[in-house]
T-cell receptor
Framework: DAGVIQSPRHEVTEMGQEVTLRCKPI?????LFWYRQTMMRGLELLIY????????DSGMPEDRFSAKMPNASFSTLKIQPSEPRDSAVYFC???????????????FGPGTRLLVL | LAKTTQPISMDSYEGQEVNITCSHN???????ITWYQQFPSQGPRFIIQ???TKVTNEVASLFIPADRKSSTLSLPRVSLSDTAVYYC????????????FGQGTELSVKP
């Protein structure tokens, strides 16, 4: 398996523009996670899905952020409108399970480095 | 809610053994202890996981005392390429679904 795939790897945009980040989880993994990493706040969980259904989105900063998982092999994280404070590295991760020892290991993608000017 | 405490940074030299200890006083009975490694400009990567006693794989060893209130990640004979941030996580699934990565330990290996 190619691992978790994210695109784009880098994104530079202007304030107010819409940004869409994409993720392809590892085949067979039932859980998908979106994280944001900044120097100030570290690695934060934004939202996670189980079998394509959002389970916990309490980490989503505000209504400008939305995430979807239309099928088991694809998820998007959208920011509309984007702001400079959204600049960060966004990671997608997937796992087989949660709370089941070794099966809960999360596999991270390479991340999308977002810069909002 | 299990919380972990680990040193913010550590320095070492090539060839030395490095031990990073993580405190997790409120660990629950069903919680596992998991360590991740993150290189600059990359996502975190699973290193090792354990429940009790000792676990060893090709990368590291994990020592967990009987009370499980702490754990120690041991990296044998580190090299420059082991320079990274190491995160200790307890009970991957926490209350409310929030997975908490702490600040991690920034390990710097010098020649």
């Amino acid at each position: 398996d190619a691992g978790v795939i994210q695109s784009p790897r880098h994104e530079v945009t202007e304030m107010g523009q819409e940004v869409t980040l994409r993720c392809k989880p590892i085949s067979g993994h039932d859980y998908l996670f979106w994280y944001r990493q900044t120097m100030m706040r570290g690695l934060e969980l934004l939202i996670y899905f189980n079998n394509n259904v959002p389970i916990d989105d309490s980490g989503m900063p505000e209504d400008r952020f939305s995430a979807k998982m239309p099928n088991a092999s694809f998820s998007t994280l959208k920011i509309q409108p984007s702001e400079p404070r959204d600049s960060a590295v966004y990671f997608c991760a997937s796992s087989l399970a949660l709370g089941q020892g070794a099966q809960e290991t999360q596999y991270f993608g390479p991340g999308t480095r977002l810069l909002v000017l | 809610l299990a919380k972990t405490t680990q040193p913010i940074s550590m320095d070492s030299y090539e060839g030395q053994e490095v031990n990073i200890t993580c405190s997790h006083n409120n660990i629950a009975t069903n919680d596992y202890i998991t360590w991740y490694q993150q290189f600059p400009s990359q996502g975190p990567r699973f290193i090792i996981q354990g429940y009790k006693t000792k676990v060893t794989n090709e990368v590291a060893s994990l020592f967990i005392p009987a009370d499980r209130k702490s754990s120690t990640l041991s990296l044998p004979r580190v090299s420059l390429s082991d320079t990274a941030v190491y995160y200790c996580l307890v009970g991957v699934y926490n209350q409310g679904g929030k997975l908490i990565f702490g600040q991690g330990t920034e390990l710097s290996v010098k020649p």
